[in-house]
């Protein structure tokens, strides 16, 4: 069973950094494909940066791009999202997932089947 923990949110001002851990148990085929995402309140789910492949590439929104890095470690178990110089509109809950076979779109939310619990990012002056 995988099992995905995240932690590490919190409130923080604008052009301010935080890094978000997700602690992962349990794997699937395609967990070398796991991702961030995020949900703001009244919004759609969305993919901010996941693993497309298995030789560790990776994949952004454009939201994010030169200001997020997903990274991971690999004999922790443990993936990192580091985000910089945070905006107001990256207030949302952060979530990590893991799909079940790699997805032909990545990180396309509803190809991810497995799901932490969240963990609340707020960026507020």
């Known amino acids: 069973q995988v099992q995905l923990v995240e932690s590490g949110g919190g409130l923080v001002q604008p052009g301010g950094s935080l890094r978000l851990s997700c602690a992962a148990s349990?794997?699937?085929?395609?967990?070398?494909?796991i991702g961030w995402f995020r949900q703001a309140p009244g919004k759609e789910r969305e993919g901010v940066s996941c693993?497309?492949?298995?030789?560790?590439?990776?994949v952004y929104a454009d939201s994010v791009k030169g200001r997020f890095t997903i990274s991971r470690d690999n004999a922790k178990n443990t993936v990192y999202l580091q985000m910089d110089s945070l905006k107001p509109e990256d207030t949302a809950v952060y979530y990590c997932?893991?799909?079940?076979?790699?997805?032909?779109?990545?990180?396309?939310?509803?190809?991810?089947?497995?799901w932490g619990q969240g963990t609340q990012v707020t960026v507020s002056s």
């Open positions: 349990g794997f699937t085929s395609a967990y070398y494909a």
């Open positions: 997932a893991v799909p079940w076979s790699l997805p032909v779109r990545p990180c396309f939310s509803r190809l991810y089947d497995y």
């Open positions: 693993f497309s492949s298995s030789d560790g590439a990776t």
